[in-house]
């Protein structure tokens, strides 16, 4: 896909889908689609098309998927194809990193399927997801600006929670790991915080650095998992002391413990217990006296 104006002059208007979007067929035989504010208006099928009034193109999938694109295409207001494709195109900047067609139309299906909700008064629920700012600083960061730049280019107010929607996006687009290995980890990672946060009877202030210290942490214990080089030692001195001193956070480590082997087969060994309990124990003293930390 290219995102940005090409060089070469298009062979023509194959198809006006409305006036700002035309369908061209390249040289290769590919259906191009053509955007630009009002490039498509009182346009002929033979006419030439000034290549300076492109602001967007995109080469369609065939089939299905593509009769798809070039539907959404039609009938998203252009407003919101131009806010979206404007969003993208710094992301792309700031991640360096192509983002791609694909990850363009999603944004720009899931923009307008947002923008009708809201028009008739839905809000669409997305669960909590802190972990979200913490693993991902600089696609949190990159989402965070294209909700701004298309609120404020649509002259529409977003929901905050778009910043997760589009850094999901952004996660798909920018990490190719095999066997969903990001995802997979990010979920199992969430499940340990949902285990901390029933096994304390408190919600974890995401905001603070110990939850991000015990997050990072998590996240590399897993990593540890999947490379099998977990920490260990031969003394066990100091994982007893700190069972025994700190015994809520003993008993979710141990319920960690049991999650992991049964999501990995991988039994953890007392010394990655022993660091799982101390960070435990730091959010349990964090949160301790603040009417229970639940909301």
Do not use: W
């Not at 009002?38 to 290549?51: A, M, R, V, Y």
């Not at 214990?221 to 066990?236: T, Y």
């Amino acid at each position: 896909m290219s995102q940005r104006r090409e060089g070469s002059r298009p062979a023509g208007a194959h198809k006006v889908l409305n006036n700002n979007v035309v369908i061209t067929v390249d040289g290769s035989g590919r259906e191009r689609v053509l955007m630009g504010r009002g490039l498509g208006f009182g346009l002929k099928p033979t006419d030439e098309i000034d290549p300076t009034r492109v602001e967007k193109t995109f080469v369609l999938d065939a089939g299905a998927e593509g009769d798809r694109e070039r539907q959404m295409l039609t009938d998203v207001p252009y407003e919101v194809i131009e806010a979206v494709t404007r969003a993208v195109d710094d992301a792309d900047r700031t991640l360096g990193h192509a983002l791609g067609r694909r990850f363009t139309i999603a944004v720009i299906d899931h923009v307008q399927f947002v923008l009708e909700r809201l028009d008739q008064g839905v809000r669409i629920p997305t669960a909590r997801m802190p972990e979200l700012r913490v693993l991902y600083p600089h696609e949190f960061a990159a989402a965070e600006t294209m909700a701004a730049q298309i609120a404020a280019h649509l002259d529409r107010e977003l929901p905050a929670e778009e910043a997760v929607f589009l850094t999901m996006h952004l996660l798909n687009a920018t990490r190719d790991e095999p066997n969903g290995t990001a995802a997979l980890l990010f979920r199992r990672l969430q499940h340990i915080v949902t285990v901390v946060e029933s096994g304390l009877g408190v919600r974890l202030d995401a905001e603070s650095a110990d939850y991000a210290r015990f997050i990072l942490h998590i996240q590399f214990l897993l990593q540890r998992l999947v490379n099998k080089s977990m920490l260990d030692s031969d003394d066990s001195s100091f994982y007893e002391f700190a069972s025994r001193s700190y015994p809520r956070a003993a008993a979710c480590a141990d319920q960690i413990t049991d999650y992991i082997h049964a999501a990995t087969g991988s039994e953890l060994t007392r010394e990655e217990k022993l660091y799982i309990i101390v960070h435990v124990e730091r959010l349990s003293q964090r949160v301790s006296g603040a009417d229970g930390g639940a909301t």
